[in-house]
Structure formats: C-alpha cells, structure tokens
C-alpha cells in the first residue's frame, strides 16, 4: 500500500503559480501510476493530470500545469501556472495500477490523499 500526503495549496490571485506536492509512504511510488484531481464546492472530483506509462492532462490544464515525478523522494508534483478563478478546487493526489490505458476515473486509483485547498481570486 502507499498513503500519499498532498500540500502546497493556498489562496492566490489570477494569473500565479502554485506547486503542489504529493509525498508518499509506504511502497515506492515508481511502482504506481499517479494521477491529480481536483473537487470544487458541489461538484464531483474531476480529472486533472496523470503520470505512469505517459502523461496526460484535461483539455482546460493543458500547457499550464505540469505533473512530474520524483522517484529518489517518493513524490510527485503539479506545477500550475497561469491560474484562473476556475481553478479554485480541492486538489487530490491519487495513486494506482501502472496501466497501458489512462484511467481518468477516480474509482480507477486505490489510495487518495486527504486534498489541499487551492483557492484562485479573479
């Protein structure tokens, strides 16, 4: 089993940066894939990004956030540039099965963070 822990999280204004981290304990995370999603107030928990055989992101992320990976830490990270008041979510780490597929789903991922804030003001 591995437990991700996420932080990084906070208020910030449109347009900055964050960099979210997600360090894991237990079973390296080399061996899982690794994959972000984010819940805003009322909504379902969506997608964002994920890291195992490839990397892929949700059409609304893509070329602003960066998942990365590293492995010698047991962590993995979401560089989030150019941010929009949209954004505004609890953002999740989640882990699973390395797969030839991109699970998008969170049901698809076996072991959660507990989340951390990210608020973006207009």
């Known amino acids: 089993q591995v437990q991700p822990v996420e932080s990084g999280g906070g208020l910030v204004q449109a347009g900055a940066s964050l960099r979210l981290s997600c360090v894991a304990s237990g079973r390296t995370f080399n061996t899982y894939a690794v994959a972000w999603f984010r819940q805003a107030p009322g909504k379902e928990r969506k997608f964002v990004a994920h890291?195992?055989?490839?990397?892929y992101y949700e059409d609304s992320v893509k070329g602003r956030f960066t998942i990365s990976r590293d492995n010698a830490k047991n962590a993995a990270f979401l560089q989030m540039n150019s941010l929009k008041p949209e954004d505004t979510a609890v953002y999740y780490c989640a882990a699973g099965r390395l797969t030839t597929y991109i699970p998008t789903m969170p049901h698809e991922y076996d072991y959660w963070g507990q989340g951390t804030q990210v608020t973006v003001s207009s």
């Open positions: 890291s195992g055989w490839n990397t």
